[in-house]
């Protein structure tokens, strides 16, 4: 453990545990993420912003065309006394003049840089609409100074416009940019072929008046390409000229004249066109009115969002992160992508506090299975690699959400199947899932891992043959579990029984063929190779088969302790808990892509945060309350075995893994975009707090560990409210509204307030 500097060195989060204030400069630019709501059917955009005003935007349609209109580094405010020609940035950064009391607040609904310099105090709020793909911009600037103040407002983006069709396939770039002064901007088009009909370009307007407008990078840059000495420093106005290449850009230069104490302000608007009408009608829909009152709205929404669920852990930075800004991070990451299993696993935790576009998505996500079973990587925009753990993430997400909204009619839903043919009932695309997985076996009787499974690493080489999937065996069998009991709701005693001698089957499979003595391997090769070996001097254990072969039910008493204790010793390290112990330093065509990556990085021996997830809920299903809440720790970022000051995490975001190289233990991977998030949100919440969803109730059954000797978490479920308090007294009671209850299912909900007392 770290003796590490606190949070307090770089901010602090607010008391409502909705912002957090960055107000010193962070170990590394800290990005906050901002989206539309998900919608399947329309247009959405998945948009970064960090404390010095950079980050990507994406657009995608209801086909899945999506169009990367900035990357890193592309987009920036600037402010020009065209007096003295000081040129600052409210961020303090790119523009190398000094700026005082600069800080971020970040939330969930947008993020604001403030600075001051040279008398003039200056914010900038970036944002998101909730029903328009755009990121709005609005800087206001005070002038505190004795003077008048002549101002030019800089604001500048480059255009990539490159990404994929519905189809997957790349889109690639040839740009051109327009000069629009009746449209207050510049319109930037992507004339490539492979990007015909698709509408891939980016724009970016003023609502109000502009003085100036240009088109390209080099015209704003000096010979170094360098937004930090951008010609403005040097005087120079926006020309009105146009170019063509690949570093079409969009600068604005906006006038304001400011009066002692007087503010100014100057919007802007960045999004996709795909006519130039189509871009006066974005113009059109955002006056500063509009503007101010779409920020109004994304507040509101995600404050009722917020809502959903709160804990009290006594655990502050852990506590404001899933209070505040989780629940954020697990809906960005609908809009963000649509892969198969990482949409079904967001689900079941985003069901917790919005339904709706859970709902949405599942059905989107459901509707893309073939009518084999099989199901693809990715549906918008499709990718058709066969991996062969997606339909397992079927049979464990549908029943995870229906406990949670209660609404098993969804069973009876219709849906189509990708590959056409009449449409088929949930309850059969699960089926189908089902006797797919349970079909498509290899030698040994295990599910055949094909191009990869969960883990993406396991790509094979051109000369790797056959493999089986402990992993995706023992995801099949958990499957079975949950469709088993939704069988018998629906009175199929046929597909209990199925599903029952099933698992029983693959359970004593996976217990013959893949128990390595003290833990269970994770690929079974042709050839003889077995992946996850004692036998291995490289690659012995995986955490996924361990975690796993709790939560399907099919390690036997006392081998479920021994092979978790075996993930514990082998896997558990300073930071968090690697993937795979000890790394592959050399390639192996048995193995793939995964003994090619970089030791002790991401997958190859690096903590990847997402499958401590599965670990966490595992621990609890054991009763091993102290290991799953140092899993939670070492996960969640600023904790004291990753302080923000080595790991560089963003401390309102669960981050996708930690490095444990030699030239960087410790750090931070791959903010935001992450299925980390939804499993250590289920693992608190549902878990190791144990307010947990039920076909019948709300389960009360937490998980404890000595550090919480006393919690409370306030928790929605369909129609009730429950205010449940966590106390360890010596004695274990459990009372609803004041009366004792059996316990641990609490009667259904019935659209009332309860509180809920269980002493421990």
Not at 58 to 66: E, P
Not at 162 to 172: E, F
Not at 642 to 667: D, I, Q
Not at 736 to 756: C, N, Q, R
């Amino acid at each position: 453990m770290h003796d590490s500097p606190s949070l307090s060195l770089y901010g602090a989060f607010s008391a409502s545990h909705e912002e957090f204030l960055l107000t010193e400069t962070p170990p590394r630019k800290w990005v906050n993420v901002h989206t539309t709501d998900p919608d399947p059917e329309g247009e959405e955009l998945y948009a970064e912003i960090t404390n010095i005003g950079d980050g990507q935007v994406t657009w995608r349609d209801a086909a899945g065309a999506t169009c990367l209109l900035t990357g890193y580094d592309q987009k920036q405010i600037y402010i020009r006394d065209d007096g003295t020609n000081l040129v600052f940035c409210p961020g303090g950064e790119p523009a190398p003049q000094a700026v005082e009391s600069t800080s971020t607040s970040y939330t969930a609904w947008e993020t604001v840089t403030r600075g001051a310099c040279d008398g003039l105090e200056a914010e900038r709020r970036t944002f998101v609409p909730r029903r328009d793909a755009a990121e709005l911009w609005t800087l206001r600037v005070t002038n505190r100074s004795d003077r008048p103040r002549r101002l030019s407002v800089f604001a500048y983006a480059m255009f990539q416009l490159t990404g994929t069709t519905p189809a997957g396939t790349g889109v690639w770039k040839d740009n051109n940019s327009e000069i629009r002064p009746d449209l207050g901007g510049v319109l930037v088009f992507n004339r490539d072929r492979s990007a015909a009909g698709l509408g891939f370009n980016g724009c970016l307007l003023s609502p109000g008046t502009i003085a100036g407008a240009s088109g390209y990078r080099d015209f704003f840059t000096r010979s170094d390409f360098s937004l930090s000495t951008p010609r403005i420093l040097w005087g120079w106005n926006c020309d009105n000229r146009a170019f063509r290449g690949p570093d079409c850009a969009a600068i604005l230069q906006v006038r304001l004249e400011l009066a002692p104490g007087e503010t100014g302000r100057a919007d802007f608007v960045l999004g996709r066109f795909a006519s130039p009408e189509d871009a006066a009608a974005l113009r059109a829909r955002w006056s500063p009115e509009a503007i101010d009152a779409a920020a109004a709205e994304q507040r509101e929404r995600h404050r009722i969002r917020n809502a959903a669920f709160r804990v009290e852990t006594g655990h502050g930075p852990q506590d404001a992160l899933i209070n505040g800004f989780v629940k954020k991070q697990m809906l960005s990451y609908l809009v963000n992508k649509s892969g198969f299993r990482d949409n079904l696993q967001n689900d079941m935790a985003l069901a917790l506090c919005d339904a709706a576009p859970v709902m949405s998505n599942l059905r989107r996500a459901i509707a893309s299975q073939n009518r084999d079973g099989s199901v693809p990587h990715g549906f918008r925009p499709w990718n058709l690699h066969h991996y062969s753990d997606k339909p397992a993430w079927l049979l464990h997400c549908v029943p995870w959400v229906l406990k949670e909204t209660g609404d098993l009619a969804f069973l009876d839903e219709r849906l189509p199947y990708r590959d056409g043919g009449p449409a088929g009932t949930v309850w059969e695309h699960m089926l189908r899932a089902m006797r797919h997985l349970a079909g498509d076996t290899g030698a040994n009787g295990l599910c055949d891992q094909h191009f990869a499974d969960w883990n993406d690493g396991l790509e094979p080489s051109e000369k790797t043959g056959a493999r089986e999937s402990v992993m995706v065996t023992q995801q099949l069998c958990l499957g079975l579990l949950e469709v088993a009991e939704l069988a018998r709701r629906r009175g199929d005693d046929a597909v209990a029984a199925e599903c029952a001698e099933r698992h029983a089957h693959f359970g004593k499979l996976l217990n013959e063929v893949a128990w390595d003595g003290a833990w269970y391997v994770r690929t079974l090769c042709s050839g003889g190779y077995t992946l996850g070996s004692g036998a291995n001097p490289e690659g012995r254990i995986f955490i996924n088969p361990q975690s796993w072969a709790v939560l399907s039910d099919t390690a036997p008493e006392g081998r479920d302790r021994l092979c978790m204790e075996s993930l514990d010793r082998m896997l558990e390290t300073e930071y968090g808990f690697a993937l795979a112990s000890p790394a592959f330093t050399a390639f192996d065509e048995r193995i793939g892509k995964f003994s090619a990556s970089r030791p002790y990085y991401a997958e190859n021996g690096g903590c990847y945060n997402h499958a401590a997830g599965f670990k966490l809920v595992a621990d609890c299903m054991l009763g091993r309350a102290e290991e799953a809440w140092r899993t939670f720790l070492k996960v969640t970022p600023g904790s004291p075995w990753n302080p923000v000051s080595n790991s560089c995490a963003e401390p309102f975001s669960f981050t996708n893994c930690y490095s444990v190289t030699p030239e960087w233990p410790g750090l931070s991977m791959y903010p935001w975009r992450t299925g980390t998030a939804g499993w250590m949100t289920m693992g608190l919440v549902e878990w190791i707090l144990g307010a947990r969803r039920h076909y019948d109730g709300l389960l009360v059954d937490p998980c404890l560990p000595a550090a919480i000797p006393r919690a409370r978490i306030v928790r929605s479920f369909r129609a009730s409210v429950y205010d449940i308090t966590l106390e360890r007294t010596g004695s274990r009671s459990l009372l609803l509204d004041g009366e004792p209850v059996a316990g641990p299912l609490l009667p259904p909900p019935d659209g009332k307030p309860h509180s809920v007392l269980l002493t421990l």
